[in-house]
């Protein structure tokens, strides 16, 4: 139970004005993240394939590209498109509500430095921006999880009377 306490309780700001800033921005990452990044990669919109509906496919464009960064990467292309959709999809909107922050942040910093050297890194700094700013985003969340204005804050009030 402490060890769960520890990784849910924020570092709260000195003023609750800071931590506020920080909440837009993680709720504004998250948010993107999910739905302009990692919706994408489950192959919405869902179709209809051999007369049922498969929810939560991971889209085989995105199988094959994860497949070509090459080494443990084809070995289980399946698998690693599956937790980059995930920690991009369910992670985004986790994230953006500041709930199992430091966990998402973690998910999140995995992915987009996949998406970095994998993926980007080749086409130049341009390109990284978007990915190389999660990053960042994530590594202040990692440490100082999700503030006032997060589910893990009242969550850690919550716990401090157990």
Not at 103 to 108: G, P, Q, S, Y
Request: proline share 3%; hydrophobic share 55%.
């Amino acid at each position: 139970m402490k060890t769960l306490k520890l990784l849910i309780k924020p570092i709260l700001q000195k003023h609750w004005f800071a931590d506020l800033i920080f909440a837009l921005i993680r709720f504004f990452c998250g948010i993107t993240l999910a739905f302009y990044f990692g919706a994408g990669k489950f192959g919405m919109p869902w179709t209809p394939k051999e007369n049922n509906l498969e929810l939560f496919q991971v889209a085989t464009w995105f199988t094959e590209d994860v497949a070509e960064y090459g080494g443990l990467f084809t070995i289980a292309p399946l698998f690693f498109a599956w937790m980059g959709a995930f920690s991009e999809a369910i992670g985004g909107i986790l994230f953006a509500f500041g709930i199992k922050t430091r966990i998402t942040a973690l998910l999140i910093i995995c992915t987009m430095l996949v998406a970095v050297f994998f993926q980007k890194f080749d086409k130049g700094l341009w390109s990284m921006l978007p990915a190389i700013s999660y990053i960042w985003v994530a590594v202040y969340h990692l440490y100082f999880g999700s503030g006032r204005f997060g589910f893990d804050f009242l969550i850690s009030e919550k716990l401090k009377t157990l």
